[in-house]
Antibody, heavy 122, light 110 residues
C-alpha cells in the first residue's frame, strides 16, 4: 500500500526558513517523480515544485523560484522541501504527491500525503 | 487568476448527469494530457482521471474524462450525494515549465 506522510509544518517567521519532509513507502521511490502542491486557506490547489525520480531534474513555480528547494534522498525514501525567505503568502497546507511517471513534467499525481500546515506570521 | 479556467460552481440532483469544463491553451491542454482531482471537504486531493480519460482502479465508471483541442471535460453520471466535492483539472504547461491547475469547481448535490 502506497503511503506518503508529510511533516515539518508549523509557524514560520517572515523571512525565515522551514523544511518539509514526505516519507514514502509501498512503492519503488526512486522510480517515480514527486511533487509538492499547496493550498492556501479557502483557496484552490497550487503546484509548487517537482523532481524526477533520480533527483537530477527539478521544476519550480515562479512564485517560489529562488526561495524554495526541492530534493530527495532515495536511500531514505524521503522527499524534502526547503523553504527560505518565507512570506505571508506562503501560508498554506502543503501536500506531497507521487508522480505517475518517472519524469516530473507531468500533472499526474496518483497518491497524495495528508498535508502539513505552514503558517507564516510574526 | 488560474491558467486553466473552470466554472466556480456546478450542481445537480441525485441521478443526474453533470459536466465540468476546463479550458486552457496550446501550451498546456493542447499539447499535454489532462488529469482531474477530487477533493472532499477536509481531505487531501485524490486522483480521479489521468491521461485525459483513464480511471484509476477504485474510481467508479460514473466518472469519465474527455479532451478536445485546448479544452477538457469531466462528466459524472448517476450523481450521488457523496460526489459533493471540489474538482480540479491540471496539465503540464510547456511555456511555464510548470504544472497548472484550474481554479476548481465546487459541485453541490441538491
Amino acid at each position: 500500500e502506497v503511503q506518503l506522510l508529510d511533516s515539518g509544518g508549523g509557524l514560520g517567521q517572515p523571512g525565515g526558513s522551514l523544511r518539509l519532509s514526505c516519507a514514502a513507502s509501498g512503492f519503488t521511490f526512486s522510480s517515480y517523480a514527486m511533487s509538492w502542491v499547496r493550498q492556501a486557506p479557502e483557496k484552490g490547489l497550487e503546484w509548487v515544485s517537482g523532481i524526477s525520480g533520480s533527483g537530477g531534474t527539478t521544476y519550480y513555480a515562479d512564485s517560489v523560484k529562488g526561495r524554495f528547494t526541492i530534493s530527495r534522498d532515495n536511500s531514505k525514501n524521503t522527499l524534502y522541501l526547503r523553504m527560505n525567505s518565507l512570506r505571508a503568502e506562503d501560508t498554506a497546507v502543503y501536500y506531497c504527491g507521487k508522480g505517475g511517471l518517472a519524469r516530473p513534467n507531468s500533472s499526474w499525481l496518483d497518491y497524495w500525503g495528508q498535508g502539513t500546515l505552514v503558517t507564516v506570521s510574526s | 487568476q488560474s491558467v486553466l479556467t473552470q466554472p466556480p460552481s456546478a450542481s445537480g440532483t441525485p441521478g443526474q448527469r453533470v459536466t465540468i469544463s476546463c479550458s486552457g491553451s496550446s501550451s498546456n491542454i493542447g499539447g499535454n494530457t489532462v488529469n482531474w482531482y477530487q477533493q472532499l471537504p477536509g481531505t487531501a486531493p485524490k486522483l480521479l482521471i489521468y491521461s485525459n480519460n483513464e480511471r484509476p482502479s477504485g474510481v467508479p465508471d460514473r466518472f469519465s474524462g474527455s479532451k478536445s483541442g485546448t479544452s477538457a471535460s469531466l462528466a459524472i453520471t448517476g450523481l450521488q450525494s457523496e460526489d459533493e466535492a471540489d474538482y480540479y483539472c491540471a496539465a503540464w504547461d510547456d511555456s511555464l515549465n510548470a504544472v497548472v491547475f484550474g481554479g476548481g469547481t465546487k459541485l453541490t448535490v441538491l
